[in-house]
Every structure is written in C-alpha cells, then in structure tokens.
C-alpha cells in the first residue's frame, strides 16, 4: 500500500488548502482513515477520521474548518482546510488502517502565513 499526499503550500491566515492522498489501490472503503499534522516539536495529532461507513470526527481545533471526504472511484481521500490559522501550519500525513497494519504517507507542508 502506498499513499501519497499532495496540495500543500503557502497561504495566507483566512486562506484555503484542499490535500488530496492518492492510494495504490482501492482500499479506503475498507479501513478507516485519516488525515493528521505534526508541528515542529509537538506529536503527531488527528486533524480529521472518516470510518469505512463515511462517519466523519474532527477534533474541536478544526470542526467547522476542515472536512475530510473521499472519491472511491479515484482511490482520493481529501482534506478541505478552510479559515486557516497560523497555528494550523504543520506537516500533513493521510493514514489508513488495514487490518493490523497503518500505513502512512510521506506528508505534505502547509505553511500558514499571518
């Protein structure tokens, strides 16, 4: 499995960024997955779930800002970021859940600007 991230940049704060994750198969409809950031020195968090029956969380930092949504026929997952904040500025990784294993992209920068 492999996943690949893409869409990130360079925005103004108030600005939008649509990530997209290609995988190598069909398989999102399959596990459940996701989309997390690691900012410098902080851990890897959950910005965005989707489970395999489309039910979508968000924590409270990003509900209202971020919608995650996924095109089966494409093997897309996506991250919508709207009203970006400085403090969304981080590195992107999508990740899915197959089975026992996670497999995780290679990540992609967003870089807010205030």
């Known amino acids: 499995v492999q996943l690949v991230e893409s869409g990130g940049g360079l925005v103004q704060a108030g600005g939008s960024l649509r990530l997209s994750c290609v995988a190598s198969?069909?398989?999102?409809?399959?596990?459940?997955s996701g989309w997390y950031r690691q900012a410098p020195g902080k851990q890897r968090e959950l910005v965005a779930g989707i489970t395999t029956s489309g039910t979508t969380n968000y924590p409270d930092s990003v509900k209202g800002r971020f919608t995650i949504s996924r095109d089966n026929a494409r093997n897309t997952m996506y991250l919508r970021m709207n009203v970006l904040k400085p403090e969304d500025t981080a590195v992107y990784y999508c990740?899915?859940?197959?089975?026992?294993?996670?497999?995780w992209g290679q990540g992609t920068l967003v870089t807010v600007s205030s």
């Open positions: 198969g069909n398989i999102f409809r399959f596990g459940a």
């Open positions: 990740n899915w859940l197959g089975g026992s294993n996670s497999y």
